[in-house]
């Protein structure tokens, strides 16, 4: 599932949870529910840590394993 993405990004990149839930404007407990699946994700909240990451959403959903987005044109 995607929020197992979530953390590994985060662990990834050194980031706390407070550094992530600062980036989406939340409190530290409500990004550590997205994390564990506890409470889902808004959309617009995943857009901003696909590009915060720089991975597709495929990859944050857990739709493919490859982490780069398509390139652009």
């Known amino acids: 599932m995607y929020f197992e993405q979530l953390k590994n990004l985060r662990l990834d ?3 706390t949870q ?3 839930a600062d980036l989406l ?3 530290r407990e ?3 529910r997205y994390e564990k699946g506890v409470r889902e994700i808004p959309v617009w909240a ?3 840590l696909a590009q915060y990451y720089d991975v597709s959403l ?3 959903l857990g739709l ?3 982490r780069k987005k398509f390139p652009e044109e």
């Open 13 to 15: 990149s050194d980031k």
């Open 18 to 20: 407070q550094e992530i």
């Open 25 to 27: 404007s939340c409190k």
């Open 30 to 32: 409500v990004y550590r």
């Open 46 to 48: 995943l857009i901003k």
């Open 58 to 60: 495929d990859y944050l």
């Open 64 to 66: 493919t394993s490859k």
